[in-house]
């Protein structure tokens, strides 16, 4: 039954992010910057959590588990070393994320020739 709460939450997130970029004249970067936000405003409720155990990987792999988790890991950070939480807490858990993204995009930037 998970299999299918993961396609199904993965499926939704993706629905309404085409719903918005076919009705709207948004643009995918806003719309992946909406989906961030609202991921780090549902885990500032603690209602993300309960979609991760109710649904396991489908919810940590759509763009608003990344919110999810610079919320997650700030919080974790600021229970434990307070105000300086704030700054150093954010990139805990997504630094993998991050770091993984930069070096994919300069090997296939060096791999593949950009169109004109």
Known sequence: MIYFNAFL?????????????????LTPGHITSLFVVLGSL?????????FVLWCGGGALVPITSFGHLLIHGTMDT?????????????????SAGIVSAIVFS??????????D
């Open 106 to 115: 300069f090997v296939f930037g060096l791999i593949f020739k950009a169109r």
């Open 42 to 50: 549902l885990d500032a409720f603690d209602i993300y959590d309960k």
């Open 9 to 25: 939450f993965a499926g939704v997130v993706c629905l309404i992010g085409q719903i918005i970029l076919d009705n709207t004249k």
């Open 78 to 94: 600021v229970s434990n070393f307070g105000v300086m939480g704030l700054f150093t807490g954010m990139f805990d858990l997504t």
